[in-house]
Structures are given as structure tokens and as C-alpha cells.
């Protein structure tokens, strides 16, 4: 009697806690993981066997081993302390074995014994390995070529020694190609800002470029192996045909035919079994779509566990719904705080891996900008979603600005509602975007190029003061691989009717980033900028009159500051919500959140709403 007593207390105990409690954890919006790449190999007994790598926010990465026929699956993890980071690059080797790269750590693993057989860290300064740029060599090592340094690197399964043989490009960051003779020599293509096309002896150290200087423009240069066993490369519209760490440049037409290649790109979602049934994955639909030979396509069912796919940005929509955009893939998730019902919309097929960067309501819809096709949408929550109906898909894409707008970061509404404007970076290689201003009484959307704004900075951050002028700031990052050509980001006044900038300026010295910023009821501009440095920026006197260091809260997720209806601004650092009273500047840390914030935020109904990983949140600001 007396055990049940105290259990009851600790109950009601635990129950008068979590009615207390400020933090609310809404759950997984996208319960899903995005395919990383897809072979097919066979088992100990010969039978077909399909490895699908994932992505999704689970604490440990995995893969799934499908058996084509039957849909039954096992979830093999990364071995213990192996971090789950994407892989971007894999290779089904002629050896029989599969190597991948879980950012910069390689794994080795038999399907056969179903079982990993190595890890480990070639190349500590990288981050991963990208494209195809992963490779069987005739001496038997597996070479790659890594991101952002331009290393080259190799693994020897005989011995399990790895080796880092330094850069290969003293400049760019991406090598997506690589090819290697029976010569002993290793040949990559690399880029983005300017391509390029080397030839490398791993003996010596010798390094040769193809290309002359002026011929290296924004691309990515290309080689392969051919099916005559020299190398092949091409930057622009020059090919050369190389072996032994000679070159000899040649006409299109004297161009060999690709050597076969167990080389995988992320993307690659097909295989072919041995008996020449082709298999395509669904891995976030869990399904298969298996087409045997002179057979109808078939569909088979799978299942996985996943923690789902990262939020990365979330809006309040027009209907009272906080809706959130999760990438790799790409999901809209919806709350309804009235339902407390958490629903995942499902994807747009035309983003596939990427995401709805910056959401923000205007009018009747939901606008948005997305990574990496440089969209920009328009969704109707009144309406079904339907974003592959052909006729009235919803959402639908209003405008595509790949080349200037392809990693968005910001997109906003003036109180008016007549324009929504995005911002971010330019698309691989570039530096400097653009924005993308959509008129609603028009409903055109036009470009305005970064040359106009900021040159050679992208906008990450805005904000519409009351009287209708915009507010930017910038970065001078360039996260496609281009070469940075400013020393520190920009506060700007632009005017939307005019589409001119009209006054500029350094608010926080040497900040590369200028990283959010929300308008105070005061009319201040309250900003932070690289290093969580805290500014505030008075628009009518056109000067900074406040700075100071916040690093203390932590770092900055997406979307850090927004205003409450209180008056009083909201800062979300990812170990701290903090409330900045503007007027006095002052600040205070009011909450600890129970894990860390990495998207957000927003306010809606007296409530903060963030994204923790793939998990949407909600902190109750006590303002009823």
C-alpha cells in the first residue's frame, strides 16, 4: 500500500513537471533518410545483395542491405565512433569489397561477410570526398581526392595504410573526377571557381596541369578512364589524351569510350543485378522497383528506422501553422499549435536533396526559396498539395535563378505585403548573389544582380523597415566553392521601387557575416554578426550605435533573431534563448534548451518554435 502511495506521488510528481515545463519536444517532421548512393553486390552464397547508403539524423550513419527479392532488410550501423557525417563518393571495387566515405573518415566493408572490415582518417584537414572522385588503381590501392583542400589520398587493403599526398590544386576545393593508369600516374578533374585537369605520380610527388591559365574558367574539369587504358581529360572544350604523365591534346572525335567504373555519385539511385534485372531505390518512399528481363516492373516494399531528415529552416504560415522545410531530402512539415498535430506534407519532387532555405507568409500563401535549382515558390495551404499535378501543381515555382540565387538564405515580406524578396548565394564557382524580388500586385518576379546590391556578396539576412525600404546583410562566404573577393559583410538600405541600394556599411569591423537581423518597434536595426558580435544599427541617423560581444550564448543557428509581441527580441544562439529589450540594449539569457537549437526562430501565439536536428520544437515565452 505504501509502495503504491509513492509511486502515485512521483507520478503526479512527473506529471505537474511536465505540465511546467516550457519545452516541447513535437516530434520528427520528416521521418525519413535520403539515399547516398546505391550498388548492387552479392553474398557469401552468391546471391544478389543491394547496398543503399543513407543520410538522416540518426546518432549513428548507416546503410541497408536489401535483399532485391524480398524486401528484407538489415540496418548495419557505422562501426563505434565513426561520427554520421554524409557520404558523397563510393566505389563497388573489382575486389568485391565497397568503400564509402562518411565525411572524411573511409570505411571499407564486405558484402560478402556482411561486416566492415576498416575506418579511418586518410587526410585530418578534409572534410570528405566528393562526386566520383573515388577509384580501383591497377597497383591495387583505392585512391580519392578530397574536398575542400584538393587532396589525394589513398588506402591500401593489402596493409590498411593510408596516405595523404597533399594538394593537388593549390586553390579550389572540389575534385569530382579521377582516373589512373596502368603507369602508375593519377589523374583528377577539379573545380568549381576554375577547372581543372591534373596529372600526378604518387612515387614522386610530381604534379603537372593540363591546362594553360586562361583556358581555366568557372567549371569542373573533367577525366576518365578510357577503354584503351589511357586517361582522358577536358577543361572547356579541350581534351587531352594522357598516360604515363604524358599529354597530348586531341580532337573531340579521337576521344575513346569510357572504361567501365565501379565508381558511385551520391545521386546514384539505379543498379543492375547479374541476370540483368534492374533495380531502382525510393529509399525516403521505402520502396523498390524491381524490372527483371522481358518481365513487368515490379514494386517491393522495405522498412528502416530513422530519426529523419534535418530541418533547416521554419516559418509561420499564413494560416496560423508553423510549417518547416527539412533538406536531404526534401520534406514541408506542418504544425497545427490548435490539432498539436505534427504532418509531413511530403516532398517536391523538383527539389529532390535540396530545401526550402527561407519561408515567409504574405497575403493568402507561403513563399519560399529553394537550394540548388534557385527556385522561388508560391503554396497555397488552403489548397491540396499536389506539387507534381501538372496542370495546378501547389506549390508552384514563380521564378529560377540557379546561376545567382541557388543556396538561398533569406526571403522576406514588407508589412504592405506587396513584395517578397529572397536572398543568398550564387550557384558553384561563383561569388556574389543576387536577389529575387517578386512584386504581388504584378505578380512578376524579377533578378537583381549582386553587381546592383553588394558586388561579390550574397544576402543572407533582411528585414523591411516600416516605411517600406528593405534592409540586407550580407556574406562574403562562398559555399559553392568560389574564391571570396570582400573582406567583410555589408548592412544595406535598398530600395524595393527603385530596386537601388541607398546607403551601405561595416556594422561589426572584420565580420564576414553580417548573420541576422530583426526590426525593433524602436525602429532600430538589431543585428548579429560572425562570432555572435551583437549590433544595433539606428536607420535615420544611418549609424551604429551599439556593439558588443555575445559569444557567450553559444553560436548561431539559422534565423536567429526574430521580434515578440511583446516588443521585445527574441535571439535563439544554439545553447540559449535570449531576450534583447531594445531601447537599453539589454540582454538576458531566460532558458536553457534541452537540446541544441540548429534551426529558428519563429513566434507564434506566445509560443518560440525552433528546429533541434530533425525535431520540432516549441518554448512557451510565458506571455499570456
Known amino acids: 500500500m505504501k509502495l503504491a502511495l509513492i509511486l502515485a506521488l512521483i ?26 548512393g546505391f550498388v548492387a553486390a ?20 548507416w546503410i541497408l542491405l536489401i535483399d532485391p527479392l524480398s524486401g528484407e532488410t538489415e540496418q548495419l550501423y557505422y562501426p563505434e565512433g565513426v561520427p554520421n557525417s554524409p557520404p558523397f563518393a563510393s566505389l563497388m571495387s573489382t575486389s568485391g569489397r565497397f568503400y564509402t566515405f562518411a565525411g572524411k573518415v573511409l570505411l571499407e566493408f564486405d558484402p560478402a561477410a556482411r561486416a566492415w572490415l576498416f575506418n579511418g582518417i586518410p587526410a585530418p584537414s578534409e572534410g570528405c570526398v566528393t562526386g566520383s572522385a ?18 589525394l589520398v589513398s588506402y591500401d587493403p593489402q596493409t590498411q595504410e593510408m596516405r595523404d599526398y597533399g594538394q593537388l590544386d593549390d586553390a579550389e576545393h572540389y575534385v569530382s ?48 578512364l578510357g577503354a584503351d587504358g589511357k586517361a582522358y581529360a577536358k577543361v572547356g572544350e579541350t581534351w587531352w589524351r594522357c598516360y604515363a604523365g604524358q599529354a597530348e591534346e586531341i580532337a573531340a572525335d579521337q576521344v575513346a569510350g569510357k572504361a567501365p567504373s565501379g565508381s558511385i555519385g551520391w545521386g546514384q ?43 533547416t529552416s521554419i516559418a509561420a ?39 526550402m532555405c527561407a519561408m515567409t507568409a504574405a497575403g493568402d500563401y507561403l513563399y519560399a526559396a529553394s537550394y540548388a535549382g534557385g527556385h522561388v515558390w508560391r503554396y497555397d495551404p488552403a489548397a491540396p498539395w499536389q506539387p507534381s499535378d501538372a496542370d495546378a501543381p501547389n506549390p508552384v515555382a514563380l521564378a529560377q535563378y540557379k546561376k545567382d540565387l541557388c543556396r538561398p538564405r533569406a526571403c522576406a515580406a514588407d508589412a504592405g505585403e506587396r513584395w517578397v524578396i529572397s536572398g543568398g548565394f550564387a550557384g558553384y564557382g561563383l561569388c556574389g548573389g543576387g536577389l529575387a524580388i517578386h512584386d504581388r500586385e504584378s505578380d512578376e518576379t524579377v533578378l537583381v544582380a549582386h553587381e546592383d546590391v553588394i558586388p561579390y556578396e550574397s544576402t543572407i539576412t533582411m528585414r523591411f523597415l516600416p516605411d517600406g525600404t528593405l534592409v540586407g546583410g550580407t556574406s562574403i562566404s562562398t559555399p559553392g566553392g568560389g574564391h571570396p573577393q570582400s573582406t567583410q559583410g555589408t548592412l544595406y ?54 556593439t558588443e560581444d555575445l559569444s557567450a550564448y553559444g553560436g548561431m543557428p539559422r534565423q536567429t533573431l526574430t521580434l515578440g509581441p511583446d516588443g521585445n527580441i527574441y535571439a535563439t544562439f544554439t545553447s540559449a534563448i535570449v531576450r534583447i529589450i531594445p531601447g537599453t540594449f539589454e540582454h538576458e539569457q531566460i532558458a536553457t534548451p534541452p537540446a541544441s537549437i540548429s534551426a529558428g526562430a519563429v513566434i507564434l501565439g506566445g509560443h518560440l518554435y525552433y528546429a533541434s536536428g530533425s525535431r520540432v520544437w516549441s518554448y512557451d515565452l510565458g506571455l499570456d
Open 177 to 224: 573526377y579521377m582516373a589512373a593508369d596502368d603507369a602508375g600516374w593519377v589523374y583528377a578533374g577539379i573545380g568549381t571557381a576554375r577547372q581543372n585537369a591534373v596529372m600526378f605520380n604518387p612515387q614522386t610527388g610530381e604534379r603537372i596541369q593540363l591546362p594553360a591559365e586562361d583556358q581555366r574558367a568557372v567549371g569542373t574539369g573533367v577525366v576518365f
Open 269 to 311: 539511385r539505379e543498379a543492375a543485378l547479374a541476370d540483368g534485372t534492374k533495380v531502382r531505390l525510393d529509399l525516403p518512399e521505402r520502396t523498390l522497383t524491381v524490372t527483371a528481363p522481358e518481365a513487368e516492373a515490379r514494386q517491393v516494399a522495405f522498412d528502416y528506422e530513422a530519426e529523419g531528415a534535418a530541418i
Open 42 to 61: 552479392q553474398d557469401a552464397e552468391g546471391d544478389p545483395l543491394l547496398i543503399a547508403l543513407s543520410l538522416d539524423q540518426s546518432p549513428r550513419g
Open 493 to 546: 538600405l535598398f530600395d524595393p521601387v527603385s530596386r537601388k541600394v541607398v546607403f551601405k556599411t561595416n556594422p561589426v569591423e572584420g565580420a564576414a557575416e553580417v548573420f541576422s537581423i530583426e526590426v525593433g518597434p524602436d525602429g532600430l536595426v538589431y543585428g548579429l554578426a560572425s562570432g555572435s558580435r551583437f549590433f544595433v544599427f539606428d536607420p535615420q541617423k544611418r549609424e551604429v550605435v551599439h
Open 317 to 355: 504560415g499564413p494560416d496560423g501553422d508553423i510549417y518547416a522545410s527539412t533538406c536531404h531530402p526534401m520534406h514541408l512539415v506542418r504544425y497545427d499549435p490548435a490539432a498539436d498535430a505534427l504532418s509531413d506534407l511530403g516532398p517536391v519532387p523538383t527539389i529532390g536533396g535540396g530545401n
Open 134 to 151: 573515388v577509384i580501383d588503381a591497377p597497383d591495387g590501392k583505392i585512391y580519392a581526392g578530397t574536398y575542400p583542400n584538393c587532396h
Open 11 to 36: 507520478a503526479l510528481a512527473a506529471s505537474l513537471h511536465a505540465q511546467d515545463d516550457p519545452f516541447i519536444d513535437h516530434g520528427v517532421g520528416s521521418a525519413v533518410a535520403e539515399s547516398r
